[in-house]
């Protein structure tokens, strides 16, 4: 990816979070949001050009940290039900429009990451990698969700994060953990094929 492309990319970022901070619209959420999803696709940029191993698995751990973030923002959708008024289609058009660049971001980020370690990919490592990435980010999802954890918090409050893991697992969580991991694992497959697509 040619650095014209990534900055065209920045700018558009940037350009529609200006839009939704100056707009009348309940939305400036999706600012903090869509800014932490960026961080992985950012992160896999750098982790593409690392050669020193150590260094490209620490980033890459990091990544998988931050990469829920992007996913996260499916449950976004929840906010439809808020959007009301004279300018709910406003609202609407832009709250589709940043989950989707989030999750593009993130889809992106994942298979830079792919080929990063598998560059001679198969099914088999395709599957292993996006399955077990899928299920990893589903239960960040979740965390992020309803136990209201953030990325950094592994760090910076390591006691309360293994408290509430401990906590979270239930029938519902589970249930919530297997759905958007489907959910992401179809969307990720989709995307490398839509981009390998001859």
């Known amino acids: 990816m040619n650095r014209r492309i990534i900055m065209t990319i920045h700018a558009v970022i940037a350009l529609f979070m200006i839009v939704l901070y100056v707009a009348p619209s ?58 009301d008024g004279g300018s709910a289609r406003f609202n609407y058009g832009m709250l589709v429009l940043g989950i989707f660049l989030g999750v593009l971001l993130g889809a992106r980020s994942a298979e830079i990451i792919f080929e990063s370690y598998f560059p001679k990919a198969t099914t088999l490592s395709m599957l292993g990698f996006f399955g077990s990435l899928s299920l990893l980010s589903a239960y960040g999802m979740y965390l992020g969700r309803y136990a209201r954890l953030n990325s950094w918090d592994i760090i910076t409050n390591w006691n309360q994060v293994v408290s509430l893991i401990v906590k979270s697992f239930s029938l519902s969580s589970i249930e919530f953990v297997l759905i958007f991991a489907f959910v992401q694992m179809i969307i990720l497959l989709t995307f490398r094929a839509l981009r390998h697509l001859e």
């Open 26 to 83: 309940h939305l400036t959420f999706l600012i903090w949001n869509l800014f932490l999803a960026v961080i992985p696709f950012d992160l896999s940029l750098v982790i593409k050009k690392v050669t020193a191993r150590t260094m490209k698995i620490s980033l890459t751990t990091i990544w998988v940290l931050f990469f829920p973030n992007s996913m996260y923002m499916i449950t976004d959708f929840m906010h439809i039900y808020s959007l």
